[in-house]
């Protein structure tokens, strides 16, 4: 149920390159995370961009993004750059409309700093099938330059980002410092 990149971008990359073809659509917030259209437009695919409201995404306006074309759904929680998190009421109502084959990616780079987890990384990925929630270790840990991110998500999921990971993504310094962080 673990995925690890060369940082938590890899992943992103990884995970357009696994699921994202021509005429595919991804659907995300506007603004997010700017790495998100990039890899979405370098797949052939088209980024859905979804209005924030009051600087938070929108689960309904999001929903109404989704079509028959959608793979993909981008939620970065709390929202970089807005600095916001969805509440538990909105992930309620984005999680019961949103397609079971629609890959959800919850981006928790910042989830560190949040007083409480608007979504518990493992159980959240694991109960809903088709969902992978991404952290990394270089924001809180401040290990930018070393280069370590995971990923949590059913197995399924997990194999079929492995088919495209290239081997050795993780450097043994950026796992030793990785480590060295948590015990910290
Ligand atoms: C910083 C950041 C990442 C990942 O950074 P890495 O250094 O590649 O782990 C991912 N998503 C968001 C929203 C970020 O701000």
């Given amino acids: 149920n673990v995925v690890l990149g060369h940082g938590s971008n890899d ?26 259209p990039l890899v979405t437009k370098l797949r052939g695919a088209k980024p859905e961009l979804v209005p924030v409201r009051d600087f938070t995404h929108d689960p ?8 028959a074309r959608t793979r993909v759904m981008f939620v970065c929680d709390p929202n970089n750059p807005t600095g916001t998190a969805m509440s538990r009421d909105a992930w309620g109502a984005l999680l019961a409309g949103l397609p ?23 159980p959240a990925s694991i109960a809903r099938p088709n969902t992978l929630v991404l952290r990394t270790m270089s924001k809180i840990y401040g290990l930018a330059s070393l280069r370590f991110g995971y990923g949590f ?27 060295g962080a948590l015990d910290d």
């Fill in 11 to 36: 992943l992103v990359g990884i995970l357009a390159e696994a699921i994202l073809e021509s005429g595919d659509e991804a659907v995300m917030a506007d603004p997010s995370f700017s790495l998100y």
């Fill in 100 to 122: 079971d084959d629609v890959l959800l990616v919850v981006d928790q780079a910042y989830g560190e700093y949040m007083d409480e987890r608007g979504v518990d990384a493992v």
């Fill in 60 to 67: 309904h306006a999001m929903l109404s993004a989704v079509t």
């Fill in 153 to 179: 998500g059913d197995a399924q999921t997990i194999e079929l980002l492995n088919r495209v990971r290239l081997p050795f993504n993780v450097s043994r310094p950026a796992a030793v410092g990785a480590m």
